[in-house]
Nanobody
Framework: QVQLVESGGGLVQAGGSLRLSCATS????????MGWFRQAPGKEREFVAE????????YYADSVKGRFTIDRDNAKSTLYLQMNSLKPEDTAVYYC????????????????WGQGTQVTVSS
């Protein structure tokens, strides 16, 4: 069973920053596309960011472009999401995901999921 373990969520004021982390095993991490999704109450899970297995290519949802940065440390088998200039509409449960195809095409493309970490941005 593949384990993805997120950390770093919390409560922050609008304009603030948070850094999410997602740790997994080296057996999985080095061979898959990794990404972040989020799900707000009553809404569908949506794509946030994706990074290729080499780290050379990144993709972002328009809503976070310029504010969020996805990165991966293959030596530590850890994925990161640096979130700056946070807005109340960024409030959601954030999920780490891995897969063998383009995660930006939708959550059904992910093969592995973390348990989620809550991010709450107050106005």
């Amino acid at each position: 069973q593949v384990q993805l373990v997120e950390s770093g969520g919390g409560l922050v004021q609008a304009g603030g920053s948070l850094r999410l982390s997602c740790a997994t095993s080296a057996r999985i991490f080095g061979n898959v596309v990794m990404g972040w999704f989020r799900q707000a109450p009553g809404k569908e899970r949506e794509f946030v960011a994706e990074i290729s297995w080499t780290g050379g290519n990144t993709y972002y949802a328009d809503s976070v472009k310029g504010r969020f940065t996805i990165d991966r440390d293959n030596a530590k088998s850890t994925l990161y999401l640096q979130m700056n200039s946070l807005k109340p509409e960024d409030t959601a449960v954030y999920y780490c995901a891995g897969g063998y195809t383009q995660l930006r095409l939708g959550y059904s493309r992910a093969s592995f999921w973390g348990q989620g970490t809550q991010v709450t941005v107050s106005s």
